[in-house]
């Protein structure tokens, strides 16, 4: 038997809190602070594309088939080791991400590639709460135990663990995580010991935020549906919330610039011969009008009005 789709399925939402709405399976949103920087397109290996920065000491990297599935390095030579990584897997938001890429893009445009500079390349502050004051100023809650630092959303759905010990240099030292744990339902975000400070804190700003992002129902988990807020998108939804336009909203653009077009202009030789046998009806009507009624057309209007001016 032949079972329909269910097109509720397909209806777009606005779903809050963010850091559980998961990910729509684009990169577009974290992609577009640096959409003007080199796109790398890779047919071979894990990594599809690569974006990096006009002289390659950045490097983010979108892994569509894994579950790392963005992979970010900064460094102070193309060709030189990374200084840090950030990673994020298959259920963070990309909203999320673009918390991280802005901050990124913001701090190439200021930096001197000839220098070596840049904020991106800074030393993480000696004080941790530096990178995750944005979550504490929202009333995030903290634990303190030794070595390790909790910090947990008011709603106990999210939160950050910091090793204050931090290992090495390249051991994992922040990592940023949003709901229940499981493969797909638990976002994660890691940065590694030598990320600065006000990288993490960027993104840690788009976690604390409230504001909702748009998906098409069937991409929540089911898990997930009981703990998020879930309003549809339509005349009813609040028009002060800002967003990209989805797939959905080009589609239905398309169609409409279509109809409009079919509306202007005849699209086959019988529209033609129907239009032009209308013009010569009313042209040979006219015609007919003024021979009737001469004089109607060269008697002088009865008043004439000053001509109006535009405010």
Known sequence: MCTLPDLSRQEEVLVSPMYLAGSNGTGDAGFAPVAHWPHHHLDDGPCQLLVTSPDQRIRIG????????????AAEEAVAAPRWTATFNHVTPAEIVAGLTTALAQDYAESDPYESNGRFLAKPSVYWTDAVQPLLDAGWHRKVTYGVVEIT??????????DTLRGGRDAEAVMLWAGPRGWGTRAEAVFTARTPSHLIAATATVM??????????????REMEPLVTLTPVGPAADPQVSRSPTPLDVRRTAVTEAIRRAARAPRTAADLRVMAARSRTTSSAQKRSSALAPAAATRPPAASSAPRHSR
């Open 62 to 73: 979108w892994f569509g088939d894994d579950f790392e599935l963005w992979r970010i390095t």
């Open 153 to 162: 959303a008011p709603d106990g759905l999210a939160g950050v663990e910091i």
């Open 208 to 221: 604390a935020s409230s504001a909702p992002v748009v998906r098409e129902r069937h991409m929540i988990h």
